[in-house]
């Protein structure tokens, strides 16, 4: 299922969106969701073989992929990193009926932006593809319980705890700005808030990420919060 929409010079950017999803019923609803003008849901695929092609041919801002059918030929997330590869300016969200730490666990190490659960938006979804958009990252209910595993197991990232603390770490810039994003913040309301350039926090963020030695900002913010509290 394709909806391509020729853009005209005076159109406002849209945000682009592919999704995998087979349930004809939640994408009834999705498509509900995420009906508005700054939105473009450019494709979606039942099969991960149309997704990943859908993903080549828009090169979306948005992914959102449904775990199961993930799962069902790739087990768990393995092989994502392949999909990113294809569009690396894409971010992915992650969309799931389960509660699944392992795999949430393995999706931060890999980047992804986003987990959603179907069984509850606890925020509307076109918000979320906004955060997202932005440079923030959304997990909802699944951070809580994963950071509970952390305290509980010792379970860490695809990192291991560093010695030096955060404050050694980075400047004081750096840390007021992976505060913000330790508070759902985008990178344009970060450039706002401190009355800086875009630019400017791009530039952080990615010092921010070099330092941490972590390839995402969502991965910057968990590893952040475990060498702050550890």
Known sequence: MNNNINKT???????????????????KGMLVELDYPDIRVCSVSDSVEI?????????????????????????????????????????FMIHTAYDDIENFHE???????????KNIYEKPLDEIV???????????????AYLNMVKETG????????????????????????QLFEKGFSQEEIAEKRSVSIHTVKTHTKSIRAKLGVKSTSEAVLKYRLIKNS
Do not use: C
């Open 9 to 27: 010079k005076s159109e406002p950017t849209k945000i682009t969106v592919v999704i995998l999803e087979d349930n004809a019923t939640l994408v």
């Open 51 to 91: 997704f990943l092609q859908e993903i080549q041919n828009h090169l979306p801002n948005i992914a959102i992929v449904d775990l199961r059918i993930w799962s069902a030929m790739h087990a768990g997330l393995k092989g994502i990193e392949e999909a990113m590869k294809l569009s690396p300016n894409t971010s």
């Open 130 to 144: 906004r955060i997202v958009f932005n440079g923030g990252t959304y997990y909802g209910r699944f951070l809580p």
């Open 107 to 117: 999706g931060i190490s890999l980047g992804i932006e986003a987990f959603i659960s």
């Open 155 to 178: 379970t860490r990232l695809a990192f291991e705890k560093e010695e030096e603390s955060a404050k050694d770490i980075l400047t004081s810039a750096e840390q007021e700005i992976i």
